[in-house]
Nanobody, 125 residues
Framework: QVQLVESRGGLVQAGASLRLSCAASGFSFSLYAMGWFRQAPGKEREFVSAINWSGRTYYADSVKGRFTVSRDNYKNTAYLQMNSLKPEDTAVYYC???????????????????WGQGTQVTVSS
C-alpha cells in the first residue's frame, strides 16, 4: 500500500526558505517518479516540481530558480527546497508518486492515485 507523508509546512515571511519532505513507503521508491503539487484557496491544484526515477527534474515556470527538488533513495524520501518564498507560494503542498509508463512524467504524476495528505505553507508579506 502506497503511503506518502509530507513534513509539516509552516508560516514564513517573504524571502525565507523552507524544505518539505515526503516520506514514502509501500512501493519500490527508486523506480517511481516523485512530484510536488500545490493548491491555493479557490484555485485548482497545480504542478510545482518533479523528479523522475533517474533524477531528471522538472519545474513550473513560477518556481524555476527558487525551488529545488531532490530525492534520497536510501531514505525513501523526496524533498522540495523552497527559497525566496513569495506570498503567492501560499498553498497546501502535496506530494505524489507513480511509476512511469512511457507517458510524460508530469502527466503520470498529475493523474496518479497516490497522494500525500498535504501540508500548509503560508508566506506572509
Amino acid at each position: 500500500q502506497v503511503q506518502l507523508v509530507e513534513s509539516r509546512g509552516g508560516l514564513v515571511q517573504a524571502g525565507a526558505s523552507l524544505r518539505l519532505s515526503c516520506a514514502a513507503s509501500g512501493f519500490s521508491f527508486s523506480l517511481y517518479a516523485m512530484g510536488w503539487f500545490r493548491q491555493a484557496p479557490g484555485k485548482e491544484r497545480e504542478f510545482v516540481s518533479a523528479i523522475n526515477w533517474s533524477g531528471r527534474t522538472y519545474y513550473a515556470d513560477s518556481v524555476k530558480g527558487r525551488f529545488t527538488v531532490s530525492r534520497d533513495n536510501y531514505k525513501n524520501t523526496a524533498y522540495l527546497q523552497m527559497n525566496s518564498l513569495k506570498p503567492e507560494d501560499t498553498a497546501v503542498y502535496y506530494c505524489a508518486a507513480d511509476v512511469e509508463d512511457g507517458r510524460d512524467t508530469i502527466v503520470v504524476l498529475t493523474t496518479s492515485r497516490n497522494w500525500g495528505q498535504g501540508t500548509q505553507v503560508t508566506v506572509s508579506s
